[in-house]
C-alpha cells in the first residue's frame, strides 16, 4: 500500500516502510496530485483534509498527530468511508509546561504571587485539567469554565463564565475550535468578553487562533484590558496578524504542544491507529527513546530567595517561553521554520532536581520532576 506523511512528523520514517511505500511531504504542500494512488494520509494541522484535497483518490485512512481535527472535513470524510483518527490529549503535559513557564516568567518578571492570585481556565479537557492541577500545587486559585462537561458532571467546581471572567487575575483558553451550538468557541474572546475581564489581566491562549476576535483583542490591549497578553495560536497562520504581535507581550509559533514527549506520543498514537485500521503488526509500538536534555540535573540545594522563585527558576530551567517570543518576534516571517526547526525540548519528568528543601521538592514532585 502507499502511504503519504507530513515529512515533519518526528519518529515516523522508517517505521512503516516495511509494510507500505511511504512519501514523505510539506504538509502545507500536500494537493490533490500528491495524493495519487495513496492508500492513507498522516498530517499535522498544516494540511486541509477536505473534499478539494481528498476528492477522486483512494484514501481510506486520515490520521493526524494533532489533538484537534479542524483541519478535516470530518463529515465529508464520513460520508465518504474514510476513517479519521487524531491523538488527544498527546500534547498536554507539553501545553502543561508551557503555561507554567509563562506563570514562572510572570512571578519572576512581574513579581506575581501565586498564593494572592486567581487563575480562570476556559475548558478543562485533557490540556485544562493538567493546567488546573500544575496551578494549584504553584499555590494559585483556579477557577474551573467547561459547560459542557458541567452540564455531564453537574455543577460541582465550575464556575460561570462571567464569574471567572470578573475575577480571575489571568485567563487562559483551552477549548476546541468549534462553529456551531450552544459551546461554540469560534470568536468566544470577542468585545463582551474582553470588557468583562478585569484589568490589567493577563490573557493566554494556546488552544485556537480562531477563538479570539484579534481585532477586540488589539483594542483591549490598547485600554489596558486586559493589561497582557500571551498568544501561541493565530489566525491566517502562519501569515500572523502583525499588529497584534506587537501589541501581546509574549509572542510564540504556535508551538506551546511542541515538546519532544507530545509529539512521541502523536506519532506513537497515529502509528497505532493506522495498524488498527490496516491490521500492520505495530499495535504495541513506541518510539525510539526520546533522546535526553542536554542538562536534565537540576540542583537547587542552598538555592536563595522565595519558595515561588526557586520553583520558578526550575520550570524555566526546563524551557523559557520568552526566548521563543524573542525569536518569533523579532523576524515574523520565520513562523513556519520556528515551528519545522523547533528544537528539542523535554518535560518535566525528563529533569531530575536535587535539593535539600522537602517542601519545595515535594511541590516540584507533583509537577512531574523527578
Known sequence: MKIIADKNIPFIKGVLEPWADVEYHEGSRIDNATLAGADALIVRTRTRCDKNLLQGTGIQFIGTATIGTDHIDLAWCREKGIKCCSAPGCNSGSVMQYVASVLAYLVLDHGIKPAGTTLGLIGVGNVGSKVAAMARVLGYNVLL??????????????SHLNRVLDESDIISMHVPLTYEGPDKTYQIVNEAFISKMKDHAIFINTSRGQVADEKALITGLVKKSPGSAV???????????????????????H?????????????KMIIRQLAEHF?????DWEP????????????????AGSDDAIISGAILHTYRVYDDSVKLKKNPASFEKLRNDYPPRREFHAYRVKGDNELILNKLRALGFM
Request: without cysteine; negative net charge.
Open 145 to 158: 469554565n467547561d459547560p459542557p462537561r458541567e452540564r455531564m458532571e453537574g455543577k460541582g467546581e465550575f
Open 231 to 253: 498568544i501561541d495560536v493565530w489566525r491566517n497562520e502562519p501569515a500572523i496578524n502583525h499588529e497584534l504581535l506587537k501589541a501581546v507581550e509574549i509572542a510564540t509559533a
Open 255 to 267: 508551538i506551546a504542544g511542541y515538546s519532544l514527549d507530545g509529539k512521541a506520543k502523536g506519532t
Open 279 to 283: 491490521g500492520l503488526p505495530l499495535a
Open 288 to 303: 525510539e527513546s526520546v533522546p535526553l536534555p542536554g542538562n536534565p540535573l537540576i540542583d537547587i540545594s542552598g538555592s
